[in-house]
Nanobody, 124 residues
Framework: QVQLVESGGGSVQAGGSLRLSCAAS????????MGWFRQAPGKEREIVAY????????YYADSVKGRFTVSRENAKNTGYLQMNSLRPEDTAVYYC?????????????????WGQGIQVTVSL
């Protein structure tokens, strides 16, 4: 069993930055790919970014490309989502999730473990 705990959320003005962390406990973090998702009020949860087990490759949704950076430190069992140039439309609950399977990054059913979610609010 793996537990994921997000931290680093909060409120920020547009143009600001936040860094989310996702700390994993339990089995070896490096065995899993990691995705970051978000769910805005009244909307479906969507993929934001994904990073492979080794960190060698990443994926970003078009809406965050060039502004967000996903990374990981396997030695610390921790993943990160650096969010810069934040916009009001980035306001959402953000989730980290990990999976051992492959396939489409956006396939939420492919993820084995999820964090509890953390609120990010961006105001004008």
């Amino acid at each position: 069993q793996v537990q994921l705990v997000e931290s680093g959320g909060g409120s920020v003005q547009a143009g600001g930055s936040l860094r989310l962390s996702c700390a994993a406990s339990g089995r070896t973090f490096s065995s899993y790919g990691m995705g970051w998702f978000r769910q805005a009020p009244g909307k479906e949860r969507e993929i934001v970014a994904y990073i492979y087990r080794s960190g060698s490759s990443t994926y970003y949704a078009d809406s965050v490309k060039g502004r967000f950076t996903v990374s990981r430190e396997n030695a610390k069992n921790t993943g990160y989502l650096q969010m810069n140039s934040l916009r009001p439309e980035d306001t959402a609950v953000y989730y980290c999730a990990i999976r051992s399977a492959g396939g489409r990054y956006s396939n939420q059913e492919s993820y084995d473990y999820w964090g509890q979610g953390i609120q990010v609010t961006v105001s004008l």
